[in-house]
């Protein structure tokens, strides 16, 4: 996605040639992403903060493209524009999306754990090898269901997991 997302707007240099195929052209993450060079610069930071803490010898293969897009971001624009960057946005069901007690983490986290109900015993299920399976997963999964509903919230452990700002 940010690979897609740059694409416009590395149109014509030199690096263009070393960008990924675009994929998901409009979902709204990747329309996120290339709203302006300190979304994509945030993006770039959070990637590869991330291949630092994965626990595995070889390299991711977009961490290259990444670090390209990071460098180019920071040859071409001031500090301070890749220090601005858009309120993240939630990309998901729309009963998710509409829960306003929610915070935005706790909109992903209440999407993740559906994802994990759900897709059980599938091949799109979440693989957590080598890891820890996040603590939201591991006791609230069974319960996913009332989640939406506000008076569920009503639980002290679940609102500091959730609703923290």
């Given at each position: 996605?940010?690979?897609?997302?740059?694409?416009?707007?590395?149109?014509g240099?030199?690096?263009?040639?070393?960008?990924?195929?675009?994929?998901y052209?409009?979902?709204p993450?990747?329309?996120?992403?290339?709203?302006?060079p300190?979304?994509?610069?945030?993006?770039?930071?959070?990637?590869?903060?991330?291949?630092?803490?994965?626990?595995?010898?070889?390299?991711?293969?977009?961490?290259?493209?990444?670090?390209?897009?990071?460098?180019?971001?920071?040859?071409?624009?001031?500090?301070?524009?890749?220090?601005?960057?858009d309120?993240?946005?939630?990309?998901?069901?729309?009963?998710?999306?509409?829960?306003?007690?929610l915070?935005?983490?706790?909109?992903?986290?209440?999407?993740?754990?559906?994802?994990?109900?759900?897709?059980?015993?599938?091949?799109?299920?979440?693989?957590y090898?080598?890891?820890?399976?996040?603590?939201?997963?591991?006791?609230?999964?069974?319960?996913?269901?009332?989640?939406?509903?506000?008076?569920?919230?009503?639980?002290e452990?679940?609102?500091?997991?959730?609703?923290?700002?």
């Amino acid at each position: 996605m940010l690979s897609t997302a740059m694409k416009t707007r590395m149109a014509g240099s030199a690096y263009e040639r070393y960008l990924m195929k675009p994929a998901y052209e409009n979902h709204p993450c990747t329309r996120w992403v290339g709203n302006s060079p300190g979304n994509a610069y945030w993006l770039c930071q959070m990637a590869k903060t991330l291949e630092k803490l994965r626990d595995s010898t070889r390299e991711n293969a977009a961490t290259p493209v990444v670090r390209m897009i990071n460098d180019w971001l920071e040859d071409n624009h001031l500090e301070e524009q890749l220090r601005q960057s858009d309120p993240f946005i939630f990309c998901g069901p729309k009963d998710i999306a509409e829960a306003d007690f929610l915070t935005l983490v706790g909109k992903y986290r209440v999407l993740y754990i559906r994802k994990q109900d759900q897709w059980q015993g599938t091949s799109w299920a979440m693989s957590y090898k080598g890891r820890c399976l996040p603590e939201f997963l591991n006791h609230l999964a069974p319960a996913i269901e009332h989640t939406l509903q506000a008076d569920y919230w009503n639980d002290e452990e679940l609102i500091n997991i959730f609703c923290e700002a």
